[in-house]
Nanobody
Framework: QVQLVESGGGLVQPGGSLRLSCEAS????????MSWNRQAPGMGRELVAG???????TYAKSVKGRFTISRDNTKNTMYLQMNDLKPEDTGVYYC???????????????WGQGTQVTVSS
C-alpha cells in the first residue's frame, strides 16, 4: 500500500524559508518519479515541482529560482527547499508518486495528508 507522509510546513514571514519532506513507502521509490503539488485556498491543486528517478527536475514558473526539489533514495524521501517565500506560496503542499520514472503519467492514486504552508507577516 502506497503511503506518502508530508511534513515541514508552518507559518513563515515573507522572505523566509521552509524545507518540506515527503516520506514514501509501499513502492520502489528509487525508480519512481515524484512531484510536489500545492492547493491554495479555493483553488485546485497545481504542480509546483517534479523530479525524475535519475534526478531530472522541473519547476512551475512562479517558483523557479526560489524552490529546489531533491530526493534521497537511501531514505525513500523527497524534499522541497523553499526560499524567499511569498504570500502567494500559501497553501497545502502534497507529494505524489508516479509509476513511471518521471512526474507525469499514471500515478499510484494516493495523496498524503499534506502539510500547510502559510506565508504572512
Amino acid at each position: 500500500q502506497v503511503q506518502l507522509v508530508e511534513s515541514g510546513g508552518g507559518l513563515v514571514q515573507p522572505g523566509g524559508s521552509l524545507r518540506l519532506s515527503c516520506e514514501a513507502s509501499g513502492f520502489t521509490f528509487s525508480t519512481s518519479g515524484m512531484s510536489w503539488n500545492r492547493q491554495a485556498p479555493g483553488m485546485g491543486r497545481e504542480l509546483v515541482a517534479g523530479i525524475g528517478s535519475t534526478g531530472t527536475t522541473t519547476y512551475a514558473k512562479s517558483v523557479k529560482g526560489r524552490f529546489t526539489i531533491s530526493r534521497d533514495n537511501t531514505k525513500n524521501t523527497m524534499y522541497l527547499q523553499m526560499n524567499d517565500l511569498k504570500p502567494e506560496d500559501t497553501g497545502v503542499y502534497y507529494c505524489k508518486a508516479y509509476r513511471g520514472r518521471y512526474w507525469w503519467g499514471e500515478d499510484f492514486g494516493s495523496w498524503g495528508q499534506g502539510t500547510q504552508v502559510t506565508v504572512s507577516s
